[in-house]
């Protein structure tokens, strides 16, 4: 699902150069649900952007569902992003002003080739993927707890069955409890075969994941796979 080859990426400011990463490799099988952890420096946003397809590297080899990113016009990877990866921001980004349906339909705004009908089939599979109730469909999103603003956030990066879920420091925002529901919503699609990648400081976070990928300095500290990962002791039945 993701390979990245001898992944390096230096920024440039007037004569000064820094070098965010130093040659990071490794993949990604579909299904997998991965944690890179990393603390702020370490190199793991700039990671992100480039699996995200918000960046290119300097040098190296990308390669996201059969697809070699490097080399792609802004107009290529903007199709990269919207066919192939679902975003999931600490800040949620949706529109408070709008409902819970509109901000899960929003991906497909300007997909003519989508019937309305059929749009909002898919934003339905896809709150009801995260628990999100039909009694809170038409309320605003600013009407909603963080809990739920997250899982509605979760649906939209769902409704256009990307091959991977990139959630970057999806918790960040939440308290405990509610962040618990959240990473329990994440493990929930990963049972059922979805490709997640996770990014996080935090690593009672990381420890929900099958796998556990650190980054220290701009290169791969440690690959470790998590025997029995973290389950939430969150319920079905707390209220958020």
């Known amino acids: 699902m993701i390979s990245l080859t001898n992944i390096t990426k230096t920024y440039s400011s007037g004569t000064a150069k820094t070098q965010a990463l130093k040659g990071v490799s490794f993949t990604v099988d579909r299904g997998e649900f991965v944690a890179i952890m990393g603390p702020s420096g370490s190199g793991k946003s700039t990671l992100m952007n480039i699996i995200g397809a918000l960046d290119v590297p300097t040098e190296g080899t990308y390669v996201l569902d059969g697809k070699e990113v490097h080399g792609l016009t802004d107009d290529q990877l903007a199709d990269i992003r919207r066919e192939k990866i679902g975003f999931v921001f600490q800040s949620f980004n949706l529109l408070r002003r709008s409902s819970v349906m509109r901000n899960v339909m929003l991906p497909m705004l300007y997909w003519d080739s989508i019937p309305v009908e059929e749009r909002r089939l898919r934003a339905e599979k896809a709150l009801h993927l995260v628990d999100i109730s039909e009694q809170h469909w038409g309320h605003l999103s600013n009407q909603l707890s963080g809990g739920q603003m997250q899982r509605v956030a979760i649906a939209r990066a769902l409704v256009d069955d990307p091959a991977i879920i990139l959630a970057d420091e999806p918790t960040g925002n939440l308290d405990s409890k509610t962040g618990a529901l959240v990473l329990q919503t994440f493990q929930n699609l990963h049972a059922q075969g979805r490709t ?12 929900h994941a099958g796998r556990i990928i650190t980054v220290k300095d701009g290169l791969i500290e440690s690959d470790e796979r998590v025997a029995t ?10 209220t958020v």
């Open 196 to 207: 997640i990648v996770l990014i996080t400081h935090e690593r009672e976070v990381a420890e």
């Open 229 to 238: 990962p973290r389950r939430s002791r969150a319920t079905e039945h707390t």
